[in-house]
């Protein structure tokens, strides 16, 4: 990448991550239909990305099945009617599933990578589960998957805490270690100071930084720009930002601004058209006032999510009072 | 301001505008009610904020008065209805209405500032229009009003333009030289390298550096924290982000981050749920996919806003396939 306008190219090791259907079904309970999980799979493809994370690996016994979809669970079964015979090689796109430390039965769940159209585990955990994280990544790569390590809310934990589980993450198999704005506080100075203790805590261990943004003061995008111009070789997004309360980094913003010719815009556009844009009628995500607010407060959306869902939605100036009431 | 957590301190010399009826203007022809626009003159006093531009003071030979409401043109009697008996010195708040190089009868249209409510003229021009721009400046200033000098669509002109313009308004009377995003295609790095180029062109001069965000790519908060990370001490803002096409750096958002204790977030959100909130009835606004496309193609956006006015809104990849086929 030249230093003088590195916006006219690009490094070839940048790899993007489509979450979808995975952090998207987190706002429907993840009851998307086959047709829609295959949709994106095929836009993935067409599109040049380099993963997508087609659900989580967790808990029937927590999410039963018949409130959760399968996307939930990702059981191999459910994986092979819709994405069967899926081939990394061939079509140059890898899948992943995410399983969450105490949410996911991931001695159970997971079958060798060998018998599993997956390619690779995600593993969430909070600073305190460290040790579950770290025993679940070394379990899923020595069934033969490369793992992440995302260590979620990183906004709301001390700075030696975000050193402890650092130093835990360093030895074990993981490939990447995310840096996760699950609460859509950071700005871009408190990016920089959180990737270079990542960058530091791994460096000689091989380990890639990744970047997991959520847009409640609009700077997914921006946040996702900017570990990305340090270094950050794994970015996350979902199309047309589909996710949880305000959101993520919209697929179609950060496609269409890298210059790897591999990048294809036009199948994303096809595919919010077709088929994300009309999930608009049953379901609402994206930045509002409501998630500004709990983003600037570095507090978790639900209160917000719950404010939108309400007849009060409208009221925002109640839900600011009752918020600030609350601290 | 600390080195080492910047976000929890403020820098007390930062200054923020309102542009909502000025910019906002622009996608209803300036006809916004009298109670509307001194709704945003009571909010920006209450919120601390240090300047409200309340209009263009534009031509009604080119935008006439059967078509474009007051804050088109900021006739004295209209503002004197409005704000009438304005005290920048006891509310804390300037007035400012914006001229364009040649969509302003300046010489006629500008009274001495000591008959007028209005304490700034910011001058907005292409870079062809410099030398007028010049002119204006000094005219205003002369009759003793503050001036910013507000060069447009800088993403679309070469570097050595751009030299030209900064060396011609070094001279000028003007208090601020604005970075003006108008096409929202500006990201992180470039908005580095035009500060940096802005900054060395002023140094000596005593003006501070302005910045003035489009959101089409999701980045005008981001755009002007970069800026103010970089020294920049006057930033545009509007409610709700109001304003052409993807609308401008949203206020709710900035004033919640600033961390100067005079700024006040309440008002505004009052003001964003009884009178900002509801011109979404009538008026649409604010980041969408055409934008993003027009955006990160760095053109006016033009045709997106076209787009988003016809039957065909929603066919978004026939606007991406018939723009590409344009360039």
Known sequence: MSDKAPWITYRPELKVLDCTIRDGGLINKHQFSDELVRAVYDTCIEAGIDTMEI?????????????????????????????GGHDSEKTGLKLSAMADATKSDWKEQLVPASESVLDMIRVAFYAHQVSEATEMIQHAHDLG????????????????????????????????????DSFGHLYREQVDSLYTKYAKAMAGTGKEIGIHAHNNMQLAFANTLEAIILGSNRADATMMGLGRGAGNCPMEILLGFLRNPKFKLRPVIKLLQEHIAPLRETVAWGPSVPYNITGQLNRHPKAAIEWRESEERDDILTFFDQIQGDR
């Open 145 to 180: 998957y490369e793992t992440m390590a995302n260590l979620m809310a990183v906004s709301n934990i001390t700075e030696t805490e975000i050193d402890v589980v650092l130093e835990k993450i360093a030895p074990t198999p993981a490939s990447t270690m995310v840096i996760v």
């Open 55 to 83: 659900g989580y690996k967790n808990s029937a016994r927590l999410f039963p099945k018949e409130e959760f979809g399968p996307w939930r669970h990702c059981d191999e079964e459910d994986l092979n009617r819709v994405v």
